[in-house]
């Protein structure tokens, strides 16, 4: 059985919109906000709680966040993560209906793990695997071993598409045929 699996961020979504939102929650600039977002991420997409994130943020930009701030936090970026982007939906729409086995490998948290398969197009999905539940994150061969388990695939059997280089070259070394994604057509092009 042939698998098609496709990253989340950046790939099947649009960029999140929400960062100046946060930065403003948290009362920070936005340069220091982005700064402490994206370096205290991949232990949140490992699977720390929100709460530890958001205080491990709130503490590098100096806010004070407490469980009402972090929920509010949360809201807000897995809102501005929630955005397909309509080439990306169109083409899992029609792979879909073609018979295609579609999965999805993201980095990212639990709390966002658990929006995405509360979402009416995650139907279009056999398989959904996110770094939170599994405490490992993409390029960690880890991660790509647990998707071919959870598949019931061998590596060359899949076909795995990430904005990341990093990420590629993670799956290439576990044996999976792997692209980097430079949007829906050119997706539909290897696809052939």
């Known amino acids: 059985m042939n698998w098609i699996v496709f ?46 994130y958001w205080q491990t943020v709130g503490d590098a930009v100096g806010a004070p966040v407490d469980e009402s701030l972090s929920a509010e936090l949360t809201r807000i970026d897995v ?20 018979g295609a086995n579609l999965a999805l490998l993201s980095n990212a948290p639990i709390a966002f793990g658990e929006w995405v398969r509360a979402q009416d197009w995650a ?23 647990l998707l071919l388990d959870e598949l019931g695939a061998e590596p060359a059997d899949c076909l795995f598409f990430d904005d990341r280089e990093s990420n590629v070259e993670g799956a290439r070394a576990v044996g999976l045929r792997a692209h980097v994604w430079n949007g829906a057509d050119a997706a539909r092009a290897w696809l052939g």
């Open 7 to 52: 990253d989340y961020g950046d790939v099947l979504s649009k960029p999140s919109a929400a960062l100046p939102d946060l930065a403003a929650a948290m009362g920070a600039p936005l340069p220091e906000f982005l700064e402490a977002y994206w370096a205290h991420r991949i232990p949140y997409d490992a699977g720390s709680t929100p709460l530890e």
């Open 79 to 98: 809102e501005g993560w929630g955005h397909l982007e309509p080439s990306s939906k169109a083409l899992l729409e029609a792979l879909s209906e073609a």
């Open 123 to 145: 139907r279009l999905f056999r398989v959904t695997l996110f770094s939170g539940d599994v405490r490992c994150v993409k390029p960690d061969a880890k991660i790509f071993r």
